[in-house]
């Protein structure tokens, strides 16, 4: 009981293990997903982001190189505010972005237990989940588009709803691919 009491104490901890349960949710969660997306190149839709937020954000630096590729993982890091995670899921049918979308709920709640608060914003994607800690340390906004579903870890909600508006005014219902040009 311990260890979770302490799971989110202190700034730079938290971070640390939020940056960890994100990548354990993504490894969790994908495996037997068939992504469209290349092992090599970073989709389209993520460098759109990536310059996007570049003029937004100015604060807020992309880490090279990007986490991983599959499905693509940006951090960004700002001195004032933290750290965040966006994954890009470019699939190739909506069966595959509901499973994994409602397995990162799943996941998520069963992490966070009764610590966890949960809600729904309007106008984001075809559905999509806020899901955070009561402490208000620690968000994960999940929402899908088509074929194309977009995760969010970040310090907070204001954060999350943030950077959310910023990819869904890049998401089309049917994200072309680097690897496919689909």
Same mark, same amino acid.
């Given at each position: 009981?311990?260890?979770?009491?302490?799971?989110?104490?202190?700034?730079?901890?938290?971070?640390?293990?939020?940056?960890?349960?994100?990548?354990?949710?993504?490894?969790?969660?994908?495996?037997?997903?068939?992504?469209?997306?290349?092992?090599?190149?970073?989709?389209?839709?993520?460098?759109?982001?990536?310059?996007?937020?570049?003029?937004?954000?100015?604060?807020?630096?992309?880490?090279?190189?990007?986490?991983?590729?599959?499905?693509?993982?940006?951090?960004?890091?700002?001195?004032?505010?933290?750290?965040?995670? *966006?994954?890009?899921?470019?699939?190739?049918?909506?069966?595959?972005?509901?499973?994994?979308?409602?397995?990162? *709920?799943?996941?998520? $709640?069963?992490?966070?237990?009764?610590?966890?608060?949960?809600?729904?914003?309007?106008?984001?994607?075809?559905?999509?989940?806020?899901?955070?800690?009561?402490? $208000?340390?620690?968000?994960?906004?999940?929402?899908?588009?088509?074929?194309?579903?977009?995760?969010?870890?970040?310090?907070?909600?204001?954060?999350?709803?943030?950077?959310? *508006?910023?990819?869904?005014?890049?998401?089309?219902?049917?994200?072309?691919?680097?690897?496919?040009?689909?």
């Amino acid at each position: 009981m311990g260890e979770v009491v302490h799971f989110f104490r202190g700034t730079h901890e938290s971070m640390r293990r939020m940056v960890q349960f994100a990548l354990l949710l993504t490894i969790l969660c994908c495996p037997a997903v068939s992504f469209s997306q290349s092992m090599q190149e970073v989709p389209p839709l993520a460098k759109e982001v990536e310059r996007l937020l570049e003029e937004k954000e100015p604060t807020w630096k992309v880490q090279r190189p990007y986490i991983q590729m599959s499905p693509p993982v940006m951090h960004l890091k700002s001195a004032a505010e933290g750290d965040v995670l *966006i994954y890009f899921w470019l699939m190739d049918n909506e069966i595959d972005v509901k499973s994994v979308f409602d397995g990162q *709920i799943i996941s998520l $709640g069963n992490t966070l237990g009764e610590r966890k608060k949960e809600s729904k914003l309007p106008d984001l994607g075809d559905d999509n989940r806020l899901i955070s800690d009561r402490s $208000g340390r620690f968000a994960h906004l999940i929402f899908y588009k088509g074929t194309t579903l977009i995760s969010i870890a970040a310090p907070t909600d204001t954060i999350a709803k943030r950077f959310a *508006i910023y990819v869904a005014e890049r998401v089309t219902p049917r994200q072309k691919t680097a690897a496919s040009g689909k």
